[in-house]
């Protein structure tokens, strides 16, 4: 399971571009972050909602859901890109 940053854009795989991502590398990453990060992933990325649609959910305005996202996808390419403890 690679994260799509966009309807319309292609996956994102950390390392060697092709590189694929393992989906329990990406729960374990996804897991790792704040609540507020993986809460603006799940209504924008995994629920597919627009940025209107999560402001609206999440009672923002829509800057801040844009601001949110982008932070908490800096974060799981951070999480992802760092070794797991003992490898």
Known sequence: M????G???EPYSPGVPGDAVRPVTVAR???ALPSAHREI???TVFRERSVNEAAVRLGLSVDEVKARVYHAL??????LDTPEPGR
């Open 29 to 31: 990453a996804f897991r």
């Open 74 to 79: 800096r974060a799981l390419r951070v999480a």
């Open 7 to 9: 309807k319309n854009s």
């Open 41 to 43: 992933l799940t209504e």
């Open 2 to 5: 690679a994260l799509r940053t």
